[in-house]
């Protein structure tokens, strides 16, 4: 089992930044890729990015290639997601998820264990 806690998320000007941290517990131990998503209203969760164990490789949305940054503090058993030049579109609450090891994709929902609460993100004009 593991639990998942983001924060860092508030209310930013387009063009602004927010760095989010997600906080992992529990069996940390596992090799967990961590990925981030984020859902607005009305729409379906949708990918972002994301990580893998010992933060080898990151992988990102179309969307978001030039502008976020995914990274992971394994001795702190963190990972962050930094967003820059953010746009009012992407309001949006955003999620950390963990995925066990073997998966053979990492952009669905579906491909994830365990989630985090959510922390809301505000982009205003």
């Known amino acids: 089992q593991v639990q998942l806690v983001e924060s860092g998320g508030g209310l930013v000007r387009a063009g602004g930044s927010l760095r989010l941290s997600c906080t992992l517990s529990g069996d940390t131990a596992g090799t967990y890729s961590l990925g981030w998503f984020r859902q607005a209203a009305g729409k379906d969760r949708e990918f972002v990015a994301r990580?893998?164990?010992?933060?080898?490789?990151?992988t990102y949305a179309d969307s978001v290639r030039g502008r976020f940054s995914v990274s992971r503090d394994m001795d702190k058993n963190q990972a962050y997601l930094q967003m820059n030049v953010l746009k009012p579109h992407e309001t949006a609450i955003y999620y950390c998820?963990?995925?066990?090891?073997?998966?053979?994709?990492?952009?669905?929902?579906?491909?994830?264990?365990?989630w985090g609460q959510g922390t809301q993100v505000t982009v205003s004009t």
């Open positions: 998820a963990a995925s066990g090891p073997g998966r053979p994709s990492y952009i669905h929902p579906g491909d994830y264990d365990y």
């Open positions: 990580i893998t164990w010992g933060g080898a490789w990151a």
